[in-house]
């Protein structure tokens, strides 16, 4: 009797705590947290808005279902494009690839290889010509080139770029007189009898072209969304090639044919910057390079007539280290992810310790080959077209 009796009562309690707890909870959107109704109460002014135990934390709710909102990266504007520099990114492509056309024109290299004079010099030296007209030279032009390469990122402050860059420059010149007056020939060894020979007209060429291969590493110094600044590393192999023709008619064909080429590799250092408009749609630019090439020049100098195909016939050989110094400053536009970029700029090289085509063929004729080495120039307009993804 008394165990019905106290099963009863406890059937009784838990009932009655159940139905207090299950009361609470469909008066409150806020379990365990108090009976506060979450409609009003009949005969409560409206609109009602339940009240919220002091305790309670809105994030514990929001936290799990919150999404984060896009990062903005250093205040670009940009988020979905994750393409500004994102603190610990100053890349964010994988890779890039590039093209630039070069147009260029080569300075100090010009070659003069003939003048007009007043007619057959008559008397032994030291009798010299009177010049009548302007000298025979061969000097370059500005002309066409490329350069196209990739870009691998490794991370985001480092990468590695390979790029192979082609350049060729020819330029022709005639000169020629009337008789009585003649074209006298300057790139003539001294004492063959070509050299005091009389000619009507003359005509030269000189080609001057290279080639480089250059692979680097690259190492983001100082980044953010209006600036990037890379430092880079690397490897150059070069191939620079000089060919030079001149052939004076007369009574008979005389010819001179010079060639140097120059092959060799080094290292090669740099660094580049940018500067970002707010935007980031607009930007300027500038570069520095400087590349310290060794290898071996080798030069020929073949002179011939019609009825003697070699008269002086010569080489030399010798190794050198040829410094290369660019210096390159633009301006661009970029897409608003960054993924297409259009710049275009002005560039200066400068290389030293080179054999020239003037130098070389006066070393000839003055039976001297000691010291030689010169400096040589490259300048012109570079346009950009690159792509990152």
Not at 132 to 150: A, K, L, S
Not at 153 to 180: H, I, N, R
Not at 240 to 258: C, M, P, R, S, V
């Amino acid at each position: 009797m008394r165990l019905r009796v106290l099963v009863t009562v406890a059937a009784s309690a838990v009932l009655f705590v159940g139905g207090q707890q299950l009361s609470a909870q469909q008066m409150s959107p806020y379990p365990m947290m108090g009976g506060y109704p979450a409609v009003a109460p009949v005969g409560y002014p409206v609109p009602y808005t339940p009240a919220m135990p002091a305790t309670y934390d809105v994030g514990q709710e929001a936290g799990a279902a919150a999404v984060p909102p896009a990062a903005d990266c250093n205040g670009c504007g940009q988020p979905e494009c994750m393409q500004c520099a994102c603190g610990c990114n100053c890349w964010n492509h994988k890779i890039a690839v590039f093209g630039e056309f070069l147009y260029l024109r080569a300075r100090n290299s010009e070659v003069a290889y003939g003048v007009p004079i007043d007619g057959p010099i008559i008397g032994p030296p030291p009798t010299f010509p009177i010049q009548i007209g302007r000298y025979g030279v061969v000097d370059q032009d500005h002309n066409p080139g490329f350069r196209f390469g990739v870009n691998y990122v490794l991370d985001g402050w480092s990468s590695v770029t390979a790029q192979y860059t082609y350049f060729d420059s020819e330029s022709s010149d005639m000169v020629g007189t009337d008789a009585p007056n003649v074209v006298r020939a300057v790139v003539f060894h001294p004492a063959t009898l070509s050299a005091a020979q009389d000619f009507l007209t003359a005509e030269a060429s000189h080609d001057i072209g290279f080639q480089f291969l250059d692979v680097d590493y690259r190492r983001a110094l100082s980044c953010d969304d209006r600036h990037n600044v890379t430092f880079l590393a690397g490897v150059r192999v070069a191939e620079f090639d000089q060919d030079f023709a001149a052939i004076f008619n007369g009574t008979g064909n005389e010819t001179l044919i010079t060639e140097i080429d120059f092959y060799g590799a080094g290292l090669r250092i740099g660094l580049e910057g940018e500067r970002y408009t707010a935007s980031r749609r607009w930007l300027v630019y500038g570069k520095t390079h400087g590349s310290f090439v060794a290898g071996e020049f080798t030069a020929d100098y073949r002179q011939g007539q019609s009825f003697d195909p070699s008269v002086v016939d010569t080489s030399w050989e010798a190794g050198r280290i040829v410094p290369m110094l660019d210096l390159e400053v633009g301006a661009g536009w970029q897409s608003r992810c960054g993924t297409w970029r259009i710049t275009g700029g002005y560039m200066i090289s400068a290389w030293y310790n080179c054999v020239k085509t003037d130098e070389w063929i006066s070393a000839v004729q003055n039976n001297n080959v000691v010291g030689l080495g010169d400096n040589m120039s490259f300048d012109g307009l570079v346009l950009r077209c690159e792509g990152r993804f």
